[in-house]
């Protein structure tokens, strides 16, 4: 009897951990595939920097890469970041959105102007906050796709930037997402 109890416990522990839940399927892409380029961005814009490791991010596993978008030769050479994350399942990409990414963005403040919604997005999240006073907004965008997080931010700079420019990457992003997540996984799916 004992034995049996130890064992249900066990069973319903490891549920928790998701040992008993199905992992991601192999996929016909690579994280590469999954950044943006040069035509979502503004025209004034150059892909700087990328793809590259983003080392250093509490999101990061063992696959994760990120484009960077900027100006040459400016203060601020860097004005927009993509990072992408893949997970081992889409149980544990949701857990790291809610319990890592969604505590660390309490800064962020929502912007009413912002219309669009993701119907890809398992889950999604958009906000800005303002660089130490100096009235450049800082606007972050990020979604969950099954075992992938997306996160998209964005120096929303006059002439440059706008939420309608952020808009159009977040599109651009979503139909990447949904055009790679609908190719065959070559596992029967």
């Known amino acids: ?25 192999q996929r016909p892409f690579t994280l590469k595939d999954l950044l943006l380029d040069q035509d979502a961005m503004p025209s004034a814009w150059e ?11 509490d999101l990061c596993t063992t696959e994760c890469s990120a484009v960077q978008f900027g100006v040459a030769a400016q203060d601020l050479p860097i004005r927009a970041e993509q990072d992408v994350y893949r997970y081992l ?10 319990e890592v990414y969604l505590p660390q963005r309490k800064h962020l403040s929502s912007i009413s102007d912002r219309t669009y919604q993701s119907l890809i997005a398992n889950r999604q999240y958009f906000g800005c906050y303002d660089v130490e006073g100096r009235d450049t907004l800082i606007c972050e965008w990020a979604g969950q796709y099954e075992e992938y997080i997306v996160v998209l931010w964005c120096r929303m700079i006059s002439g440059e ?22 190719e065959p996984t070559g596992e029967g799916n």
């Not at 892909?47 to 991010?57: I, K, N, R, S, V």
């Not at 399942?89 to 809610?98: C, G, K, L, P, Y």
């Not at 930037?161 to 790679?180: F, G, K, N, P, T």
């Open 1 to 25: 009897m004992l034995v049996m109890l130890l064992v249900t416990i066990g069973m319903l522990c490891c549920g928790r951990c998701g040992f008993w839940k199905p992992r991601a399927p």
């Open 89 to 98: 399942s889409t149980d544990i990409a949701q857990r790291i959105f809610e």
């Open 47 to 57: 892909d700087t920097w990328g793809p590259f490791l983003p080392a250093g991010h």
């Open 161 to 182: 930037m706008s939420l309608a420019d952020m808009e159009r990457a977040v599109r651009a992003i979503d139909a990447r997402m949904e055009h790679y997540l609908n």
